[in-house]
């Protein structure tokens, strides 16, 4: 069993910043990816960014230049710093690892997605 834990949401105004943070915590033999979604009010989910054990970064073109995603892989940790929000930046933001982890108790090891539950991130005009 693997937990994401977020927090770091809440409201500030247009061009305000905020720092998204996400913890990773049990059966981790290691992590391949760890990313930011989020999804607004009667939208699908789409990708923020996203950041590889190697630190490979991607970003959607709308966060470009605003966001950086880093990672401290001692702590299992991934951070998303938000700079110059915008109102459309507004909704849920989920944590997502791709994390190599083993069951118990043949501690066998395989691939699987996990998410966070969720923080809601807030930008007034």
């Known amino acids: 069993q693997v937990q994401l834990v977020e927090s770091g949401g809440g409201l500030v105004q247009a061009g305000g910043s905020l720092r998204l943070s996400c913890a990773a915590s049990g059966r981790i033999v290691s992590i391949n990816v760890m990313g930011w979604y989020r999804q607004a009010p009667g939208k699908e989910r789409e990708l923020v960014a996203t950041i590889t054990g190697g630190g490979i970064t991607n970003y959607v073109d709308s966060v470009k230049g605003r966001f950086t995603i880093s990672k401290d892989n001692t702590k299992n940790t991934v951070y998303l710093q938000m700079n110059s929000l915008k109102p459309e930046d507004t909704a849920v933001y989920y944590c997502?690892?791709?994390?190599?982890?083993?069951?118990?108790?043949?501690?066998?090891?395989?691939?699987?997605?996990?998410w966070g539950q969720g923080t809601q991130v807030t930008v007034s005009s």
């Open positions: 997502n690892a791709d994390v190599l982890t083993y069951t118990i108790p043949s501690y066998t090891r395989t691939q699987r997605s996990y």
